[in-house]
């Protein structure tokens, strides 16, 4: 790590006392740091500094556990389900939200572990969406993967699942012509959704989007996360950058997170009130098309909500009064 970063105080302190996530950053993520920015944005996100040491906080905000119904299976929403493919990642994000699980040597999910939760689908037909997430399902092995998909889609051909990944960032040559096969033919017995994680715009490599191209190219719709940090992105210019370049790659920018009340990451975290004021200046700059949703997952299972700026200010019985964007009245009848 020395030998390439000059490694701040706060940097060091934490080498001395490391604590909770390991440290893991893939090649090529190291590779697009910046030696001599000591701000730079993807440092931020994967080297560790002391200030996660700070115990305060949660190791489990959104109350996951409490709605697992297996070590695997997170059962919050009536249609939807997480299942926890394994706690590996080929990268470890400082902002990671599930610290309780991952790297803590749950490991890869096993056949048995898939036949279990085949199972558990069948059996709860109000579940229609599976969140393959983790850690990251495409550290498992071709054989695994394929194994996965084709136990659920042979258990519920109507599911629609969601392949949760940031390893079109931090290791886009894990998609091989072999892995897109297997990928190509579950996507012909049911439908598919890539769910990347990009959070700047110097993520956007050609070697990653020529990895999430290899998906859009099979017909498979791509949504993007985005996770709001302190010092990453944190400013309109930025996330107007990295929101149009994502549309221009046939990425949808989806959601943008609000990060989680997660032990270890207060100082990535940006206060709602500056989120709000982003989320405002953006409206104003991007399309719909363009705009990610602002979101907060509410403490103790709450749930997602989104955040923006109300701009209904008033109403009665004849009409409702709003705001524009740039700050204008506007009247609209209640009938």
Not at 6 to 18: I, Q, S, V, Y
Not at 259 to 282: F, M, N, S
Request: aromatic share 8%; charged share 30%.
């Amino acid at each position: 790590m020395e030998t390439k970063l000059h490694l701040t105080d706060r940097e060091k302190a934490w080498f001395e006392n490391p604590s909770g996530l390991p440290l893991l950053i893939s090649r090529p993520l190291f590779d697009l740091i910046d030696p001599d920015d000591m701000n730079d944005p993807v440092r931020k996100q994967f080297v560790p500094d002391v200030r996660e040491n700070d115990k305060s906080a949660s190791l489990d905000p959104l109350a996951e556990t409490e709605h697992s119904v297996s070590k695997r299976i997170i059962h919050r929403y009536e249609h939807r389900i997480a299942f926890l493919t394994t706690d590996r990642c080929f990268s470890y994000c400082r902002h990671c939200f599930r610290r309780r699980f991952t790297a803590k040597e749950s490991g890869a999910v096993t056949e048995r572990e898939i036949d279990e939760a085949a199972s558990y689908l069948e059996a709860h037909e109000e579940v229609y969406e599976v969140l393959l997430t983790g850690g990251d399902m495409f550290t498992l092995s071709d054989r695994m993967i394929e194994y996965m998909l084709s136990t659920l889609r042979r258990k519920r051909k109507d599911l629609v699942l969601r392949l949760c990944t940031r390893a079109n960032i931090s290791f886009p040559q894990r998609f091989t012509p072999e892995l897109m096969q297997i990928i190509e033919k579950a996507n012909e017995e049911g439908p598919l959704y890539l769910m990347t994680h990009y959070n700047h715009p110097a993520e956007l490599t050609p070697e990653s989007l020529a990895s999430v191209k290899a998906f859009t190219r099979l017909g498979i719709a791509c949504f993007n996360q985005t996770v709001l940090l302190r010092g990453v992105n944190d400013n309109a210019d930025t996330l107007e950058k990295l929101c149009v370049r994502l549309l221009a790659s046939r990425i949808k920018p989806y959601y943008l997170f609000q990060c989680d009340l997660v032990e270890g990451t207060a100082h990535l975290r940006v206060p709602l009130a500056k989120g709000l004021e982003i989320e405002k200046e953006l409206r104003k700059r991007l399309s719909g098309l363009a705009m990610p949703q602002y979101t907060i997952d509410l403490p103790e299972g709450g749930g997602k909500v989104i955040l923006t700026e109300q701009h209904l200010i008033s109403r009665d019985d004849e009409t409702f009064t709003f705001t524009t964007p740039e700050g204008e009245i506007r009247h609209y009848p209640a009938n």
